[in-house]
């Protein structure tokens, strides 16, 4: 596969590497796992350290589900660098997302369909072994009976209809086929406030990590409406378009604080996009534009935001919507 240059997420760690692809743990995953250790059901370290399984277990569920959208963004032209897990799940990092909305729906629904399969699966062995599927029981039941029932609802979960969740690029994806992008984004996304709303309240009243996802989806649904405005709005445009030419007061312009881990360049041609964006906040904020090889001024982050904020860009997107 032909990669970038990409640094790893900060504060995470690599612990393991499957189909070409890093699985990096944040380190407040460790938390979770300490969380875990005080609070597991049975007494005695055999007990606390089966607890630390039953996570782990979870979580390669988690990681199966990621490998899923993985694998299907790759067969549509993706490229994926890593998948992180968090306390509250895990994130696929691609560097090229689909553009046709049936590229969406696929990679989206593969996710929630593998973890529903996975369920299936488990539970079929639990019924032929002769194990009980009911009451569910996550802390305490049958290990194949916890995996099925983990399985499915984080299958199910997911395809609920509201960014950032899978079921919210299903959504948005089944919507442009009447609608444009932007307008189908910022529906999929009032859908994901609301969801946030209910969880939130119902975390309040029962459990507090349902209140911690409530956060998550509804800040999770800004940020996907804010990158598909950015998308939009860049669309058409390169480098050149938003770089600073030449010197300032006499002194080469030059990136500041350049990293050696990632690429410092940009050719003047390189299409804007949330690619970019990632490569100029990777190497500190700014890159060196290059034309032929030679610098010819750099471009920030700043100036891509003020492209972006431009009234006629504004102008071209609205001409765009209602064209």
Known sequence: MNRRAVPPHRWSFVVARVASIDVRVHVSFLVLVLLFLIGAPEPGLAGRLWSVVWLLVVFASVVAHELAHCVVARSRGGEVHEILLFPLGGVSKLERLPEAPRDELAMAIAGPLASLGIGVAAAGLCVATGRDLLPIDFVTGPWLARVAWINVLLGVFNLLPAFPLDGGRVFRALLERRLDLLTATRIATRTGHALAVVLAVVGVLLDPWLLLIGLFVYFG??????????????????????MREGDIDGRPVCPPAPRTDVDTALDVDTPLDLDVMARLREAGGAVMVTEHGRPIGTLSVADVVRLVDAPDVATQEGEGMHG
Request: proline letters at 0%; charged letters at 25%; glycine letters at 4%.
């Open 221 to 242: 649904a800004s940020a996907e409406e804010a990158a598909t405005l950015v998308h939009v709005r860049l669309q058409g445009h390169r480098v050149r378009d938003a």
